[in-house]
């Protein structure tokens, strides 16, 4: 079996500082992965990577088998890979329900009406369909960070890629969107998550990788990650920010 | 009482009054004509100079240059005198319409760029992740913000072109101004041009108190 993700000897840098040295990494369908790690141990631009938002030097990417590179089918790819961003990033021009309906309507072309009855069943599945008319700027950050899980979720993708999506959130409303992204672990959805919420990690992952410096340490199902890391490093780090 | 008379004679307004008015709607299509085509020329260098291949933009910013550099009037006598020596020769509307046209793109252009520019990283990165394609990303994310931000500089650019209108009056343009200065020498009284610059006031001040609500608008929205 082919892995919906496949990653080799991914190499990127800025200018002389090396982001990411020769990373590999598989997800397979229906896989949740945890990606954790020091600030600037490259795990965003790992997965901003996945879909092209950062160029890279070495390595290559598959998504579904299909070959990540600039051009004519970056579009395409990035329309089945779905992606969460730590500060939402919603179009604030647009309402809740328009910034949902977008990608269907111009990607997938969708008729209004229709893409208008996707977006709204979306917003009700992260329990905001109350909100659906008001714009990004009359909503708080966890519900933005829903409505931007729904807009994701609007294109059907194949996996969906959240870079730290709680970690601009204030702290009683980290709850709600992780709940939101639980629920979909449960659905079978394909998830690659950076994050710092170690007991969510805990809780959803099916795979917790660990990366310091670039590199990919150590990975492991969380039972034996968080119980028994193995690298030093990875324990150190464990140690560090589990002490309190 | 003379003063009166000289400056502000009613007969003299009545009889100009409708010559006025033709020059005052000569004006005002004018200046509509050249708006909305520096608007579109000028979106369009303002993408090629963003976005374009690295020979267009440099193009674009070598055009932009020159037509913020070069005087109006001077634009205006090259297109009305000097075209005519290799052939093209234009009405008085079209030079007009031409040289004002010109120039406002490209200052539409440096306004547009700077509202492209203002937008956050994030809002890009968003529309391209969801797999909506470059005019999609503009037309529907980048293009609706930009504009809202550039509405006090655009405004601005539209009064100078309203206002540079009247240099068209050289080139034997029918507009405003000229209309003016004919009612003036027929009636041999100055009153004609009092109620020109009377209607220029009473066109443009309007545009101007827009520009300072729209400023105070954004000023509270970004607090």
Redesign the interface.
Known sequence: MTALIHIRGLCKSYGSFQALHNVDLDVSAGEVVVVIGPSGSGKSTLIRCI?L?EDYQGGEVRVDGEKVVRGKGL??V??????V?Q?F?????MTALANVA??PL??RHMPKRAAEERALALLDKVGLASHAHKLPGQLSGGQQQRV?IA??L??EPKVLLFDEPTSALDPEMVGEVLDVMQNLARTGVTMVIVTHEMGFARRVADRVVFMEAGRVIEQAPPDSFFRAPREERTQAFLQAILQH | MDLLNTFFNWPVFRDALPLLLQGLWTTVLLGAVSILLGFVGGLLLALLRLYGPAWLRTLTRIYIDVFRSIPLLVLLVLVYYALPFVGLRLTSFAAATAALSLVSCAYTAEILRAGIEAI?R??F?????????FF?TMR??VL??AL?IVVPPLTSNCINVLKDTALASVVAMPDLLKQATQAQALAANPTPLIGAAALYLLLLLPLVRLVGYFEARHRAATR
């Open positions: 879909n938002l579009a395409k990035r329309a089945e890979v779905g992606m961003f500060s990033n919603l179009f604030p021009h977008l990608g111009r990607v931007a807009r994701a609007a294109m | 956050p994030g809002q990165e968003a529309a391209g992740a969801i797999g909506l394609g999609s529907d994310v609706p913000q809202r």
